[in-house]
């Protein structure tokens, strides 16, 4: 879809033939489609900016990035901070909606759901379940872990050696 953005800030939805707002963009990409934006003079593409703002502005975006990262994320600098955003975060949201995916095999071990809990007197306490899978049969890659902690202390001092 294609949004043209006025220097009013109005978007005109060029599908629909009619002004939307931010709200009703967000909702469209919410619904799968995805957008283009374009200043309506220049034709220069806004879609990242725009998609920031969704973001930032109505999706509780203000609480996602304390503060403190934001002032250091601003002092990196172009190239760096294209670095940072580009591998980490979309690294950190990869690993997080994974984990997400993944995280039902993890139930049978959780004390507070487990039937197998002595100390439980919840409903389903005796509710005959599937043995839990084996450890050995879902291994968390401990090479991944340390690599993304060594990145991580890497970032850090490299911030650290900014600010200084």
């Known amino acids: 879809m294609l949004v043209k953005k006025y220097g009013n800030r109005r978007l005109y939805d060029t599908v629909s033939s009619r ?49 403190g990262l934001l002032h250091s994320l601003i002092r990196l600098g172009d190239d760096a901070l294209a670095d940072f955003l580009g591998r980490y975060v979309q690294g950190a949201l990869e690993m997080y909606l994974q984990a997400k995916k993944s995280a039902q095999t993890f139930i049978p071990f959780n ?17 005959n379940q599937p043995a839990p899978p084996s450890l050995a049969a879902t291994p968390a890659p401990p090479s991944d872990i340390e690599l993304l902690r060594r990145e991580i202390d890497e970032l850090k001092r490299s911030m650290q050696k900014k600010k200084r």
């Open 19 to 67: 002004y939307i707002t931010l709200d009703e963009l967000a909702q469209k990409i919410i619904e799968g489609a995805e957008a283009k934006v374009v200043d309506a003079k220049t034709g220069r593409d806004l879609t990242p900016e725009t998609l920031t703002q969704i973001i930032m502005e109505g999706r509780g975006g203000e609480s996602l990035l304390p503060v």
């Open 111 to 127: 004390p507070f759901l487990s039937a197998t809990n002595p100390f439980s007197n919840a409903p389903w306490a005796n509710v």
